[in-house]
């Protein structure tokens, strides 16, 4: 609604597929989806990472590199969240 395409995740988790192993498959399947990853920050104009409670795993901290090395604008929704909340709780 503000102007902006998302390019957002293909997929959150792995499908269940009757049948299938994914254990036999994961470290190519990473591997591809690391690869898509990699090709949608470099469509993107910014980069938004969603990281519930400033969550990072490893790779979104790969992903986030990348998109540093590639001069693209980083954003968080957990800092998000705490500039509209203020500085967090006041003591």
């Known amino acids: ?5 998302v390019i957002s995740l293909g997929m959150f988790s792995l499908p269940d597929l009757p049948d299938y192993d994914w254990t036999v498959d994961s470290s190519d399947l990473k591997g591809r989806l690391g690869g898509v990853h ?7 104009g910014e980069v938004y990472i969603v990281d519930p409670g400033g969550y990072l ?3 979104t ?3 986030i590199a990348y ?4 001069g693209k604008p980083v ?4 800092r998000e969240r ?6 967090g709780p006041q003591e």
């Open 61 to 63: 901290r790969r992903e």
């Open 67 to 70: 998109a540093e090395s590639l």
């Open 1 to 5: 609604m503000e102007g902006c395409v």
């Open 82 to 87: 705490l500039a509209r909340m203020g500085d």
């Open 38 to 44: 990699f090709q949608k920050i470099r469509m993107a």
């Open 75 to 78: 954003r968080y929704l957990s």
């Open 57 to 59: 795993g490893e790779s």
